[in-house]
């Protein structure tokens, strides 16, 4: 079960508009910037984020079909802003992993709740 697209509507209009002022610096939070495929505008997408030793990993709780997703594998390439530092990243990668090790133990929890099953994967510069 992902989270339904009519959550994932309310929360680009309204929920993500507030929340892009505080997850820049919280942790466990972040913003995706990103290009949009098409029309090459700059977007910035709030996501819960992990550091790996590799980058970073975001659980994809509205699937790989998001359209951000789809924006960095075209791209290959964006910024993650987390705990007020930018970080180039790229090489993104979809992952299926429904141990869900990559993320913190009471997070993995959650994600367990909701089945949350799939990953971004981004390579830090």
Same mark, same amino acid.
Do not use: C
């Given at each position: 079960?992902?989270?339904?697209?009519?959550?994932?509507?309310?929360?680009?209009?309204?929920?993500?508009?507030?929340?892009?002022?505080?997850?820049?610096?919280?942790?466990?939070?972040?913003?995706?910037?990103?290009?949009?495929?098409?029309?090459?505008?700059?977007?910035?997408?709030?996501?819960?984020?992990?550091?790996?030793?590799? *980058?970073?990993?975001?659980?994809?709780?509205?699937?790989?079909?998001?359209?951000?997703?789809?924006?960095?594998?075209?791209? *290959?390439?964006?910024?993650?802003?987390?705990?007020?530092?930018?970080?180039?990243?790229?090489?993104?990668?979809?992952?299926?992993?429904?141990?869900?090790?990559?993320?913190?133990?009471?997070?993995?929890?959650?994600?367990?709740?909701?089945?949350?099953?799939?990953?971004?994967?981004?390579?830090?510069?």
């Amino acid at each position: 079960m992902v989270i339904p697209k009519g959550v994932a509507r309310f929360n680009r209009v309204a929920t993500n508009r507030i929340a892009k002022y505080v997850v820049g610096w919280m942790p466990g939070f972040g913003i995706v910037v990103h290009k949009g495929r098409r029309s090459g505008k700059e977007y910035r997408t709030p996501v819960n984020v992990f550091r790996v030793p590799e *980058g970073f990993v975001v659980a994809l709780t509205y699937s790989p079909d998001a359209d951000w997703v789809k924006n960095l594998l075209a791209a *290959g390439t964006g910024e993650v802003v987390t705990r007020r530092r930018n970080y180039v990243v790229r090489d993104p990668e979809v992952v299926h992993d429904g141990s869900r090790q990559a993320m913190p133990p009471v997070v993995r929890q959650f994600l367990g709740l909701i089945d949350v099953q799939d990953f971004l994967l981004l390579k830090r510069e």
